[in-house]
């Protein structure tokens, strides 16, 4: 049997280990706080973190949050202005203008820690930012390969990519697109006529570029 861990005299956040509750599972001790109050705590407790004070500490945040004067601080995009109301745990509530001319709401706690760092455009353009990189990642020979896969239009009304009806001739309309170019498969009375050139449209233009990603 391995020797019994003895926690008396150690320090776990603000709590001093003073003795031990009995000799019976789950093993708790007496711990006195640096504020005074002594509280029975589990080792389990002592030992991953979980309980560091009597309550105390987290009461003496909470009055911290209440105070910080964040006024005029930058936090990211963000410019703290004004206090307007109060979150959980009577956290501040801050009005902040953003550098893109929008304005946020935050509070204290979310500021301090890094939650908030914009209006919301900082996700926006970092999502933008990625998508392009992802984007021209996938360029080959000056061709955005996702693009040529991607699906039919909203407002297509023949059900095909690439076919649409000409109501001048009266006939189904087959094209396709690349390197930024219109491409005419021309003219069919007969939509499954439009719908097969289209298919040997994109094996012609779209294949070569598509089976480089694969």
Request: glycine content about 10%; hydrophobic content about 30%; charged content about 30%.
């Amino acid at each position: 049997m391995g020797k019994r861990m003895d926690l008396i005299g150690q320090r776990f956040g603000r709590y001093v280990v003073i003795s031990e509750v009995g000799c019976h599972l789950p093993r708790r001790f007496v711990c006195r706080c640096d504020c005074g109050e002594t509280r029975i705590v589990r080792m389990s407790s002592l030992r991953n973190g979980t309980s560091r004070s009597c309550g105390c500490l987290r009461a003496k945040r909470a009055s911290e949050l209440r105070t910080y004067d964040l006024s005029g601080q930058r936090f990211g995009r963000l410019v703290a202005k004004r206090i307007i109301g109060k979150a959980a745990k009577n956290s501040n509530v801050w009005i902040l203008d953003c550098d893109c001319g929008g304005q946020a709401q935050a509070s204290t706690h979310n500021l301090i820690q890094g939650h908030v760092r914009s209006c919301g455009c900082l996700k926006k353009d970092t999502d933008r930012i990625n998508l392009e990189q992802s984007m021209l990642d996938k360029t080959v020979d000056g061709v955005r390969v996702p693009l040529l896969s991607q699906k039919i239009r909203s407002d297509n009304s023949s059900g095909h990519k690439g076919v649409s009806f000409d109501k001048r001739s009266g006939k189904w309309r087959a094209y396709i697109g690349i390197k930024g170019k219109f491409i005419d498969l021309g003219l069919y009375s007969d939509i499954a006529d439009a719908v097969a050139a289209r298919k040997a449209g994109e094996e012609k233009y779209h294949a070569p570029y598509i089976d480089t990603e694969t």
